[in-house]
């Protein structure tokens, strides 16, 4: 099959679910669930195609063909209002833009419930977890993050990984593969921020950088773009010594924008050993960056 058949299989295939989609949507309302007088009998459940479009204040027979999948130009203003006509849940109304071929409007979600998160992170030691939000600032991290990477807090700030990983000698320093590591990472970053180009706070994080680091500032002009979910990290520590993780990032569907950073020691290394060790002597006992 060839690249042409696959795309239009692919536009056929979204016209369908598009059409059955919209006919079980519009089935599931009576008029009385949406503020409209009773009308009668009715031969089908649900409301009339006609009355979807005065709800959503389109033409009739432009909603009739866009409910029967003709190729017809739409805008996000025209399926926010056909979504509002229907009463579809923030799920349906991404799931409606991608069928009618449109980038759905990123949702920023519920906020994250940390407590949960820190079960979790807590739940991976002795090995190095921890969560971030769409800034790349920590949610939560624990013991062993701490300890492994050399974070260094400061105080009324949020501890963002982009930052230390370009100012904080300390965290900076254990990356031993640190400057074939930074081009990515500022590419991934140029990648999020444009997923919220109204969000001024990645415009924040950039400015600082740019100030503050020639080296993100190189990077940066570069207008480089990549998406790298999983690495092997290898790091030099002061006293666990030679570390190699396996790095992976998990998103989470409820909570759009925070991430899970989960570090699995790297087979045929001596990591999990250094690890187990440090935690049979009381890890959290130990101050962070303790030699």
């Known amino acids: 099959m060839n690249i042409t058949q696959e795309s ?6 979204r016209r369908t679910e598009l059409k059955d989609f919209l006919r079980t949507r519009r089935a599931r309302l009576t008029p009385e ?24 204040g389109v033409g009739t ?9 003709r190729d017809i130009t739409v805008s996000p203003a025209v399926l926010d209002a056909v979504s509002g006509a229907l009463r579809l849940t ?11 071929g449109v980038n759905p409007p990123q949702v920023r979600g519920s906020e994250p ?16 977890a921890h969560a971030i939000d769409h800034y790349w600032n920590v949610v939560v991290m624990n013991r062993a993050a701490e300890t492994v990477f050399g974070y260094s807090r400061t105080e009324g700030e949020p501890l963002n990984c982009l930052v230390a990983f370009f100012t904080d000698p300390a965290y900076r320093g ?22 919220h180009p109204d969000d001024p706070g990645f415009g924040r994080i950039v400015d600082r950088l ?25 790091l030099d520590h002061p006293w ?43 890890f959290e006992r130990l101050p962070v960056g303790a030699p």
């Not at 027979?61 to 999948?69: N, R, V």
């Not at 990356?175 to 590591?181: A, E, G, L, P, V």
């Not at 998103?251 to 060790?277: F, S």
């Open 174 to 195: 254990r990356h031993r593969h640190w400057s074939q590591m930074a081009p990515d990472l500022v590419a991934e970053f140029r990648r999020d921020m444009a997923r």
């Open 113 to 128: 419930d940390q407590a949960e998160l820190a079960r979790v992170v807590d739940n991976w030691m002795p090995a190095p």
């Open 90 to 100: 923030v799920v349906e109304r991404d799931h409606l833009y991608r069928l009618a």
């Open 240 to 282: 666990l010594g030679s570390l190699e993780f396996e790095h992976s990032v998990l998103h989470m569907p409820d909570c759009p924008g925070v991430r899970l950073i989960l570090n699995t020691p790297a087979p045929g290394t001596a990591t999990a050993e250094a690890l187990e060790r440090i935690a049979a002597d009381g």
């Open 210 to 234: 740019c100030r503050i680091s020639p080296e993100f500032a190189e990077l940066w002009a570069l207008h480089d773009v990549a998406s790298r979910p999983s690495r092997l990290k290898a």
């Open 61 to 69: 027979s432009w909603y009739i063909q866009l409910e029967q999948g």
């Open 8 to 13: 239009t299989d692919g536009r056929n295939w």
């Open 33 to 56: 669930d949406v503020g409209l007088p009773p009308g009668g009998r009715r031969r089908t459940p649900g409301l009339r195609r006609e009355e979807v479009a005065v709800l959503a």
